[in-house]
């Protein structure tokens, strides 16, 4: 018979559950592009806190936690390349593992600086932010083993990922009582910009806690991580809005 020259159709390829896989339907291409305007996104906001007041404590770990943020970011986009697997995967642990540390130091110091967590805790943070680094890019100890599948770039944990784990969610829960107990002694303006700091940073991580760090604990799986940096974009908007109408951290956008 005559061959088939109708054009191709779109094949959904389903997941467990009867999920779309991000290979079926959301291009490769797409996420990346989609990742990469999250991570120009939180970069600049990044830039436009420091440059604003270089001198300030408050400033510059804000800027360094949002910095942090975009390289993660830039990494799970790299990783959804296909090429350099290892490279990316290992990358972006890294850049993760600074996140709780460099939150708690902003924790700290906004909008006063607070007794605790004192220098000592922040440095033990900072020392093990960068051991967990260290394992991350120079061991299989967090992720031990890449591959290309036909749902997408996959990875296999190492056995220390479940520590690297523990500490991400201590760290970051720490950061948020501090958030808290400061929301509930201020009053006026600076429990305004509070409210919607802590709304920001409960928004944002909600999606990369979940799918970027718990569902691989739980379930081995990272077909879905590519939706977790999404979440910042939330993070970015709250924090734009505070800037706008609250003068968030003396900020303007002028």
Known sequence: ????????????????GGIPSPAAGVTRIMIQLSLSVVAFLVFSLALFVWRARPESKINCSFAAFTVFVALWVIGVAAF?????????????????????????????????RSRWPTR???????????????????????????????????????????????YFLVAWTSAFVVFTAKWRRTRGL?????????????????????????????????VYSWIGPHFALAFVALVAHA?????LMDLRLV
């Open 1 to 16: 018979g005559a061959p088939d020259t109708s054009p191709p159709t779109l094949r959904w390829n389903r997941g467990r």
């Open 190 to 222: 600076a429990r305004i910009q509070l409210h919607y700091l802590a709304i920001g940073f409960l928004v944002g991580s909600a999606g990369g806690i979940s799918m970027n760090l718990l569902v691989p604990l739980f379930t081995g799986s990272v």
């Open 120 to 166: 000592l805790i922040l440095a033990l943070n900072y020392f093990i932010a960068s051991f967990f680094a260290g394992l991350a890019l120079f061991t299989g100890s967090i992720v031990s083993r890449t591959t290309l599948a036909s749902s997408g770039p996959t990875r296999e944990l190492g056995p220390l990922y479940p520590f690297f784990a523990v």
């Open 80 to 112: 959804q390349s296909g090429a350099l697997l290892d490279f990316w995967a290992r990358y972006t642990f890294a850049a993760a593992s600074f996140l709780p540390a460099t939150f708690l130091t902003f924790a700290r110091h906004y909008p006063t």
């Open 243 to 247: 800037i706008i109408r609250h003068r």
